[in-house]
């Protein structure tokens, strides 16, 4: 029995990190690519696995070692031709090595294993993202369109976020992407289950710590510059007039001393 359901688990979270992190496309209809040929993401990575159920304490087991090993994944775009989509996926691990891979998908049709760093830009509430329908028997949607802040820039993200039961295990989703890119932004995952008073929960987790894609705004058209000038302009006219105040009261007080001087001063006779 335990054998059974510890491949149960190997298998689904195979399948889980397949369909969760490396092929979340948007479903068949219309997508706007907001990506070029040349256009990288970095992310960073983080992993945890923790287990009480006999036989599966170690996350080698459920094939969980190589993320737990891994520190960061860079995405980089070499072919766009419509809206099929070639991207260099390179991952950094711990120890120093990496691994290359070339993966291609059609935002649009949700074809291919693209990955789930890239899906269609400007979607909207309640556009239907990632077809996971045949692994869960759902759909999901984007639950709102919000401002968070990336790589010290406010931009327009698309959130989703979902907690479901399937079969003896609960997951749990939580994702944002760049709206006017579809560049993914952060996405964070947790499968967790319970047998005979002993539980499982492994999570994995992207976020964004580069890309190109992005261009910071001239410094003459960000607020906080304003405040620098506003602040150098209020500080030299301050300045300038306790200079102007303190010549003046020099200047009266100097008369004052030459009025009582001359008064003091007897005419000879």
Not at 10 to 27: E, K, N, Q, T, Y
Not at 109 to 120: M, Q, R
Request: hydrophobic letters at 40%; a neutral charge; proline letters at 3%.
């Amino acid at each position: 029995m335990l054998v059974s359901i510890r491949n149960r688990i190997h298998l689904l979270v195979i399948v889980f990190l397949i369909i969760i992190f490396f092929a979340i496309f948007i479903p068949n209809g219309f997508a706007t690519v907001g990506v070029q040929k040349g256009t990288w993401v970095k992310y960073s990575t983080n992993a945890s696995y923790e287990s009480t159920i006999p036989g599966m304490t170690d996350p080698g087991t459920v094939g969980w070692t190589e993320l737990l090993n891994s520190e960061s994944d860079l995405f980089e775009v070499v072919d766009v031709v419509g809206n099929v989509i070639t991207v260099r996926r390179t991952t950094y691990y711990k120890n120093g090595t990496q691994v290359v891979e070339n993966k291609t998908g059609n935002v649009a049709t949700g074809t291919g294993d693209l990955g789930a760093f890239l899906v269609g830009a400007e979607l909207n509430v309640g556009d239907n993202v990632p077809p996971l329908k045949p692994l869960f028997n759902q759909e999901f949607y984007i639950n709102e369109t919000i401002y968070r802040n990336y790589l010290g820039l406010r931009r327009e993200v698309n959130h989703l976020e979902t907690h479901f039961a399937y079969s003896f295990f609960d997951v749990y989703l939580n994702a944002y992407w760049d709206r006017e890119t579809g560049i993914e932004t952060e996405v964070s995952a947790v499968i967790s289950y319970h047998y005979l008073g002993n539980s499982l929960t492994a999570s994995n987790s992207y976020t964004i710590i580069g890309t190109n894609s992005w261009q910071s705004p001239p410094i003459w058209i960000q607020w906080w510059f304003w405040v620098i000038i506003g602040a150098i302009i209020i500080a030299s006219l301050s300045l300038t007039l306790f200079l102007k105040r303190k010549r003046t009261k020099k200047a009266q007080i100097s008369v004052s001393n030459d009025q009582a001087h001359l008064s003091n001063v007897k005419p000879n006779t």
